[in-house]
């Protein structure tokens, strides 16, 4: 993608920006945006695209990362990494683990190769984060010891690369609280088994009893400073607020991207949990859906000065319905043009969406046709007929696709933190 293709440095040296630290799909600065975004009406591939074309077209961006979980004996890829890489973005899978003693004596090695084999023909880089949160409550049972999960680390690594599998970029995620108490060190697999070091938190007020309303830099401030440590470029794996007092979500996005911008230079990723949840039969709303304040503060945190922009970014209607002014404007159609052969025609921003409970067009005001002719277009119809002909009349080029960087189960996942 033109603008926003990653610097490619030796894992371990330092970028052109600030000192970060390179690796492969380490962008120079900025940082990446990502979700995992799941459709209010179900799991097939038609709800999923739905659901993340729905959610660029309103951001009025496309996503770096579209993440997606997967069970340990799942098949994959399926069809939405092929997808994800044919639309400009990078898959992150999440791959859930199993026995860790059992991997280790190869109890696994046949599926193993066989998932290695797969991404490797997607000939395209793909973060791969493996056994995530391995330090929490959730997965004492399979991480049987930090030990022996370093081990399985390494052995799943090393069938990765006896098959050549060079495009899987590995992405080691605890829990942010485990890199704050220490304990995150004991499961690290060791500079040469991991590309990028990453961290899940979440602000579980006021829904979980006992915590407290946190900001972003409190749950991942001693993640930054441990894993600054490692020289690894760092990621946000998974992070989400809920509503409380009005607005206050969307302050909790603001101040996210403002820490990452100020204070977060190691940070090259950022992967938003846009879904609801259930842990304990406590109900999570994270959907950036909650309020119309919440979707304009998540938009701020993907679409504000820091992330990493789009070279070619589609403007989008803002939710009010007012429409925005044209650098170039054409000159206002007397009759209605047909939009020319092979372009599609944008969806209006407003339009239902399945995102969030809230529904996407929540706060959308319907427009108006003029009262002297009923038959005058409106103003958002006026306002897509121009874009659509000033972007036939500049022939805008299409970006390179992710493929051309080259690099060394949703249904079961709840939020409810280690």
Not at 54 to 77: A, K, M, N, S
């Amino acid at each position: 993608m033109a603008g926003t293709v990653p610097v490619l440095t030796a894992p371990g040296t330092a970028s052109a920006a600030g000192g970060r630290p390179g690796g492969p799909l380490v962008p120079d600065s900025g940082f990446y945006v990502g979700a995992y975004t799941k459709h209010a009406d179900g799991y097939s591939a038609e709800k999923q695209k739905e659901a993340i074309s729905d959610l660029e077209t309103r951001l009025g961006r496309r996503l770096h990362i579209d993440h997606q979980f997967y069970g340990w004996e799942d098949d994959f890829p399926t069809w939405r990494e092929p997808w994800d890489l044919s639309s400009d973005r990078i898959p992150m899978i999440s791959w859930n683990g199993t026995n860790t003693n059992t991997i280790v004596a190869g109890g696994y090695d046949g599926m193993i190769l066989k998932r290695a084999e797969e991404i490797r023909a997607l000939g395209k880089p793909v973060f791969l984060r493996w056994f995530w949160e391995m330090d929490g409550n959730h997965h004492a049972d399979w991480a049987v010891s930090p030990q022996s999960y370093v081990a399985a680390w390494r052995h799943i690594h090393d069938l990765f690369a006896a098959t050549g599998t060079t495009n899987a970029v590995w992405v080691w995620c605890p829990n942010a609280s485990a890199f704050t108490d220490g304990s995150a060190a004991g499961y690290y697999p060791g500079d040469g088994y991991v590309d990028w070091v990453c961290a899940d938190g979440y602000n579980f007020a006021p829904n979980r009893p006992g915590d407290k309303w946190r900001t972003f830099g409190e749950i991942f401030d001693g993640f930054y400073a441990a894993g600054r440590k490692l020289n690894k470029p760092l990621m946000i794996g998974e992070t989400g607020a809920l509503e409380r007092a009005p607005d206050e979500k969307a302050r909790w996005f603001h101040d996210a991207h403002d820490i990452i911008a100020g204070r977060y230079p190691a940070v090259a990723a950022v992967v938003y949990f846009n879904a609801d949840s259930n842990e304990k039969g406590i109900y999570y709303q994270w959907d950036v859906d909650t309020s119309e304040s919440a979707f304009e503060g998540f938009r701020y945190l993907f679409t504000g000065p820091a992330p990493i922009r789009p070279a070619v970014e589609p403007v989008v209607a803002p939710l009010d319905g007012t429409v925005p002014a044209s650098p170039n404007p054409a000159p206002a159609p007397t009759s209605t043009p047909t939009p020319p052969i092979g372009r599609p025609k944008p969806s209006p921003a407003g339009s239902p969406s399945p995102a969030g409970p809230s529904g996407a067009g929540a706060g959308a005001k319907p427009s108006t046709r003029s009262a002297a002719d009923p038959k005058e277009p409106s103003a958002r119809l006026t306002w897509v007929l121009q874009l659509l002909r000033q972007l036939e009349s500049e022939n805008v080029p299409a970006a390179p696709a992710v493929g051309a960087i080259t690099a060394s189960s949703a249904a079961g996942h709840a939020r409810g933190g280690s």
